[in-house]
């Protein structure tokens, strides 16, 4: 044992040594600036360190740090800054090298923010919440989270089940990229939430407009990033500790996550993560949701390899989610509908309880990927990532059979099974002549089953795609111009049992899209960028093939077989302005979609044993939906902050010559905020109140619906934070108020709006604790 | 040198935790090789009968019935008979319930019989002139898989037949619950 330990002792000390080479030319050197991450302003008297020379230097009033008579070889090299976390970097120098850095305050550690300055040529570029929007996301699904950006909303199966719907649309026309990787769940159902942990995310956000060329066929309405923070790059221990209270439902969470970096072995990164949830039944103003609690237990693991030249990294993630879904929204038929809309209340109560019973889903969602970057000289960066999903959704009918028999094997009525394999290579080229771009290929493979009842029948899905994309911008050019191609191949077949016999068609789909794209800085502040792009997307296995019976929403669903291609033209035009005073963004989209897949009420009604029942086709209609989202920022003063929000969309169909069905009303959101001082023992406080108005749908076409859209609502809200300093780190404390005045209304956009009102007033209590564990001691201050 | 012994660790060490993580996680369930969707494991009521026996014994007994034998959707039923009784005549009607999806046909009717506190028949005829009442019990509340009509004078309307499940509800109104079964037949007193 001992000698064992000797070993690895002196292993350990080798290692130390390895870089130091001495070599005749001494002469190369290091040099650069140290800067604000933020607004780039120099950062004077930071320190820069050479691990294995042991040499200390400081920056000066510019910000400028030089370290001369290096030899050649691959260096260790810190940089810190007072308040700043300490960044890390192996640098290899074969030659005089300049390297800058751009240290960050703890006070607002926003990574995102560095990387939206790249973003900023972009014709399309991703709006990110802000680290107070999700810190004020934590606790709330990914759909309800992601609603705070504006253009965002959702589409709700009552208060747990909430998708994201981008300028009027979701589900298969939304890409959600979690962790880079395609998302493949059941994401066709309307009541089929996103299977992701919201924890996970350092940084949620939202591409508007088609993406297809990019991302791949799916993304008509826009993509969703879900990325957590980069692995930890400093050495040591660190992590982070939330936990999220809400009144309504009494819902606890607790997340964790531990980040890791050896000194010794600084390429290493690791990080584990872990999140629990519990809910129970939630309170509109006038009484208890039966059946609405939430039971969630997710973690995730990542260990990575990062070299200069290289790097590797593997990651794991598991979800794992059970939610009750209200119990009167369960309902036999037409004539119960009927009752259950005429009344005050829902037909079905319950007091305050966090027992999940019937019925329910319960949903796991297992993520394993696995990426590399190799940089290929000076010219770029060769990307690969493999990624394998499992899927699995039960549903859990109100019903026991009644049938003992049947009743004592308690099986949920409906199961699926989704594997997915989706693998891609890119690769990056740095600006050469004033381009740069990216070219790839992806590819993925999917199989389907299922047991229970029929809904959808199994089926297998192959597709390729190949895509190239380059932008052009001299240096120091205001304007930036992008173009894009793409084609993919996707073969799908699907398998079920007609008269006891398996019948089992195959379908090629082929499509091409393409993106047109230019930025322009017209000043420093003012930044204009439009887009055109071609998107399209296979129907899905459900718009096919369902037939069947949805309880929830009391209709018999039919699929068409004979449902083509749905192919979007989209563009986008959006205006961005940014001072100290004033700022705004204001966005237009036009979209035309041909063939849009949608479920038309047939107004016919289907005689079943349980009853009439309206009949639900899936059908196709050239459709346009057009439509502005503005943000308009104004800080009269240091302290005073006015916000206010617009949505609004239109949304046509040409083929019906009316209204598309199931579009978002019109939501507009003002708020006020009151920012305090930073002090010593206070930073980043503030007060704020918003009040949400959300105008009645008229723009749905009549006799379509079993009731009429909901009156108009106006809700106000509030919240508080700061982060308060404890040693070295800050604690973020933060209080959130919906609904204060618990006010009764119903959403459109929520399925369950026929049975009962939305929650009443939910008060929420966040506090997040960073912590280290391990701290490195590479650099003396 | 050693720098090569790093690496080599470190692919280790990652080829370590690759194999772990493709083995930690579940089965890779093959892809959809040999498709075994199951036709239906759930339960459907496809046939429900009232036969109608007169209480005096006098008029011939009456039977109607509603039959969709493939289920919810799909085809539409095939027999759905209108309940034709005699003026001024007291029948005593029981209902019976079965799933004609399965061989052998299964009766759904014993099912309910064992979970009579769950389940609640309502009654609504309109037109006709015929007045119905329960005659069974859950031993609180009534159940209805036997009821009594009493027939008035000749003429012609409806009777709606509604089978609510009220597991934990059931109150001895038709309010609560969830609709198993509703069939309105054409009802002709002669």
């Keep these: 044992m001992q000698q064992l330990t000797q070993i690895l002792g002196s292993f350990l000390l080798l ?25 780039e302003k120099p950062l004077p008297n930071s320190k820069v360190h050479i691990r294995e020379l042991d040499i200390t230097v400081s920056a000066n009033a510019d910000g400028f740090y030089e370290i001369t008579g290096l030899c050649p070889g691959e260096y260790l090299v810190f940089c810190k800054h007072i308040g700043c976390d300490a960044i890390k970097d192996t ?17 607002d550690i926003d990574e995102v923010k560095v990387a939206a300055d790249k973003e900023a040529d972009f014709s399309q570029k991703p709006e990110h919440m802000t680290e107070r929007e999700l810190n004020e996301s934590r606790g709330l699904s990914l759909g309800e989270g992601l609603a705070k950006l504006n253009g965002v909303g959702k589409l709700s199966t009552g208060n747990n089940i909430v998708k994201p719907v981008i300028h009027g649309m979701h589900s298969n026309r939304i890409l959600i990229l ?70 309504n439902g009494r ?46 237990y997710n973690f995730s693991g990542a260990v990575g390899w990062f070299k200069p030249k290289y790097g590797v990294d593997i990651f794991y993630s598991q979800f794992n989610t059970q939610v009750g879904v209200f119990s009167a929204a369960h309902i036999g038929n037409l004539t119960d509908l009927q009752a259950a809309f005429e009344a005050d209340r829902p037909l079905e109560e319950a007091d305050f309880t966090y027992e999940i019973g019937r019925p329910r889903q319960e949903i796991e969602h297992e993520l394993f990927k ?68 990216i070219i790839g290929v992806s590819v993925i493979h999917q199989g389907n089953t299922y047991q229970g009842r029929f809904f959808i029948p199994n089926f297998r899905k192959i597709g390729g795609g190949l895509f190239w994309i380059e932008q052009w911008k001299p240096k120091d050019s205001k304007l930036a111009l992008e173009a894009g191609a793409r084609f993919d191949y996707i073969y799908q077949r699907i398998y079920m049992w007609v008269n006891d016999e398996i019948f089992s068609p195959e379908r090629n789909f082929m499509n091409g899209s393409g993106s047109l794209g230019a930025s322009y800085r017209i000043n420093k502040k003012m930044t204009a960028r439009v887009n055109a792009g071609s998107a399209w997307r296979p129907p899905s ?109 239109r949304a046509w169909n040409f083929s019906q010559n009316d209204y598309l069905i199931w579009m978002p009303s019109d939501r507009f959101e003002n708020s006020l905020e009151y920012r305090f001082k930073d002090s010593n023992k206070l930073a980043n406080a503030f007060v704020s109140i918003s009040v949400v108005s959300v105008l009645k749908q008229k723009r749905a076409p009549e006799n379509s619906d079993f009731a009429a859209p909901p009156e108009g609502y106006t809700l106000l809200n509030a919240s508080a934070g700061m982060d308060i300093p404890v040693k070295n780190q800050f604690i973020t404390v933060g209080i959130s108020a919906n609904n204060i005045l618990n006010v009764r209304y119903r959403d459109y956009m929520n399925r369950f709006r026929y049975f009962t009102d939305e929650m009443g007033t939910n008060i929420s209590l966040r506090v997040k604790v960073p912590f280290t564990l391990l701290q490195a001691k590479s650099i003396h201050e | 040198m050693m720098k090569m012994k790093t690496q080599v660790k470190v692919a280790a060490v990652l080829g370590l935790a690759l194999v ?32 109608f026996v007169d209480d005096a014994g006098v008029q011939p007994n009456v039977t109607a019935t509603f039959r969709d034998p493939d289920g919810d959707g799909g085809l ?50 309109s037109g006709a002139d015929v007045t119905i009442a329960r005659t069974d019990s859950d031993g609180t509340f009534e159940v209805g898989l036997e009821s009594q009509w009493t027939v008035g004078a000749a003429g012609s309307g409806t009777t709606t037949v509604t089978l609510k499940h009220q597991p934990g509800v059931k109150d001895g109104t038709c309010a609560p619950g969830e609709t198993d079964v509703e069939v309105t037949f054409n009802t002709i007193v002669q």
């Design chain 1, 15 to 39: 290692l130390l040594s390895i870089p130091a080479i001495a070599q005749d030319n001494c002469t190369l050197e290091l040099s650069g600036y140290v800067l604000d991450a933020h607004n």
């Design chain 1, 91 to 107: 640098v290899l120098i074969t030659q005089s090298t300049q390297l800058n850095f751009y240290p960050e305050h703890h006070l």
């Design chain 1, 178 to 247: 979690n962790n880079g990787v395609r998302q493949e769940g059941q994401q066709w159902g309307n009541e089929h939430a996103p299977e992701i942990d919201p924890f996970i995310a350092g940084d949620l956000a939202v591409i508007k407009g088609a993406n297809s060329v990019r991302y791949g066929p799916d993304a008509i309405a826009g993509v969703i990033l879900v990325n957590p923070k980069e692995l930890k790059k400093t050495p040591g221990v660190a992590g982070e500790l939330n936990l999220v209270g809400f009144s």
């Design chain 1, 251 to 296: 819902q606890g969470n607790v997340s964790a996550t531990l980040d890791g970096n050896l000194s010794k072995l600084p390429a290493l990164r690791w990080r584990a993560q872990g999140s629990l949830k519990r809910g129970g039944n939630v309170q509109a103003p006038d009484y208890f949701l039966k059946n609405t609690g939430v039971f969630e």
């Design chain 1, 370 to 437: 696995a990426q590399g970057y190799w940089l290929t000289g000076e010219k770029g960066k060769l990307t690969f990532r493999y990624a394998r999903q499992f899927n699995r959704r039960k549903e859990i009918d109100k019903h026991v059979p009644l049938n003992d028999s049947l009743a004592a094997l308690n099986l949920p009525a409906l199961r699926f099974n989704l594997t997915t394999h989706t693998g891609e290579i890119a690769w990056n080229h740095n600006r050469t002549r004033n381009f740069k771009g």
């Design chain 1, 541 to 649: 296995v459900a718009e096919l093939y369902s037939d069947g019976l949805h309880h929830g929403a009391a209709g018999i669903e039919r699929g068409d077989a004979s449902l083509v291609t749905e192919k979007a033209l989209n563009f986008t035009a959006s205006l961005e302005y940014k001072s100290d005073k004033l700022n705004f963004l204001i966005d237009g989209y036009y979209n035309i979609i041909d063939d849009f897949i949608y479920l038309r009420p047939t107004l016919e009604t289907e005689l079943t044993i349980k009853g009439a029942y309206p009949l639900f086709e899936y059908t196709q209609a050239d459709a346009h939906l057009r439509g502005t989202d503005i943000t308009v920022n104004y800080l009269p003063s240091e302290n005073w902050s006015f916000t206010t929000k617009a949505s609004i969309l």
């Design chain 2, 20 to 51: 772990a993580g493709l083995s930690s996680c579940k089965k890779d369930d093959d892809l959809v090789p040999t498709p075994q969707p199951t036709i239906n494991e759930g339960e459907v009521i496809t046939t429900m009968t009232l036969t």
């Design chain 2, 76 to 125: 539409a039923p095939d027999i759905f008979d209108d309940i034709v009784l005699q003026n001024g005549t007291v029948y005593n009607c029981s209902i019976t319930l079965s799933n004609e999806t399965v061989t052998p046909i299964e009766d759904i009717t014993a099912e309910v019989l064992e979970e009579d506190d769950e389940h609640f028949f309502c009654f609504s005829p």
